[in-house]
């Protein structure tokens, strides 16, 4: 893990067998010359996310307090698990993860469409 710094992003999120797309203040960090962001959520479980889909690559439970150890952790956990890293870069050579970058293309395009929408409808 080469840096490590805070981040504002949107992940793929699934409750009730619904999915949509929800923004998450967490990090950024470089693995293996890729970045993918991280965040914690309210269960102590960390997750890294591939920015190109959106989905939750790994996830792992942590007990650190501060969230910027909890993320170190979690890549730390990441490294240890490194057939994790070598199946993820194999699936990025398939046609179901082109279609998955396209998925999570067209959410982010609705999700910026949906907040300009927002801004309009405030400032009339």
């Keep these: 893990m080469k840096t490590i710094k805070r981040k504002v992003f949107r992940s793929l999120t699934r409750r009730n067998n619904e999915i949509g797309i929800k923004e998450f203040n967490g990090f950024q960090v470089e693995i293996e010359e890729r970045i ?18 959106g989905r939750s690559i790994f996830n792992c439970h942590v007990t650190e307090i501060s969230e910027m150890n909890a993320a170190k952790a979690a890549v730390k956990e990441f490294y240890r698990y490194s057939n994790s890293l070598n199946r993820f870069l194999e699936m990025t050579k398939t046609e179901e993860y082109k279609t998955f970058v396209d998925i999570f293309d067209a959410f982010e395009l609705a999700w910026e469409l949906e907040e300009g929408l927002k801004e309009q409808w405030e400032s009339e």
Excluded: K, L
């Design 36 to 53: 993918y962001n991280v965040y914690r959520s309210g269960y102590n479980t960390v997750h890294i996310v591939d920015p190109a889909t």
